[in-house]
């Protein structure tokens, strides 16, 4: 089966995410734009993975919890996970991780914690878009601990991105999937490449455009399909 998707946006959690990306606008709009899988990724948090997940429970929307890490290189990995409680426990290992940087609403934005009602219920002190005390070499040694799965995000992006920073794709991580952000992509990779929004604007989430080859629409599917 054919599942339309966007597999990297954020909400208000991120600071340089936009205020209307709150959980209901969030799915709403994906279904708007008849997608059928979504996942949410904000920088270096999970906090309002489970407020997507309940909103977007009994709508057909399928939604990865996920998270967007800054790797001490200063690289963006797109972090998929077959459940939300190992996301969220990956999530808490990743905070204790940055540094003892506090955030500036004025400055950088806010990160609002949210609930299914798109209520305020928290904020996050820690400035969430620093770079986390983690190499990617650990990243990936950690990650299969907590179910997770590293995409290089957007390695066409001339910033945050494993080409722009390291130069290369270096083979020995054997990332079977890329993220892209303007295809085509003219470097050499076999593997699987696909195209998402990373959003921070309720406008820019993906069009029903890209889509995955899929035998059933759950997250285990997706995944597996993207390790292939």
């Known amino acids: 089966m054919k599942l339309y998707y966007d597999l990297h946006m954020h909400s208000c959690l991120s ?91 004025d400055i950088f934005g806010e990160q609002w914690v949210m609930n299914e009602q798109d209520e305020v219920v928290g904020s996050v002190d820690k400035l969430l878009i620093n770079a986390a005390s983690l190499s990617i070499d650990r990243l990936l040694s950690v990650l299969p601990e907590y179910g997770g799965f590293a995409i290089p995000a957007h390695v066409d992006k001339s910033s945050y991105s494993i080409i722009a920073n390291l130069g290369f794709l270096p083979p020995e991580y054997g990332f079977p999937c890329i993220e892209v952000k303007n295809p085509p992509f003219s470097g050499d990779f076999s593997g699987r490449i696909i195209t998402d929004s990373d959003a921070h604007y309720l406008e820019h989430i993906a069009e029903r455009e890209r889509f995955l080859e899929v035998p059933e629409k759950t997250i285990r599917a997706v995944i597996d399909t993207l390790r292939s």
């Open 15 to 105: 600071p340089c995410g936009d205020r209307d990306m709150t959980p209901n606008n969030i799915v709403n709009m994906s279904l708007l734009k008849e997608l059928d899988v979504i996942a949410l990724s904000d920088h270096n948090s999970a906090k309002n993975i489970q407020a997507v997940r309940k909103v977007a429970e009994g709508t057909g929307l399928l939604v990865i919890p996920a998270i967007e890490v800054c790797t001490m290189e200063e690289v963006h990995i797109l972090c998929l996970f077959y459940n939300f409680e190992q996301c969220e426990a990956f999530g808490e290992y990743l905070y204790d991780l940055l540094p003892p940087v506090m955030n500036q609403p």
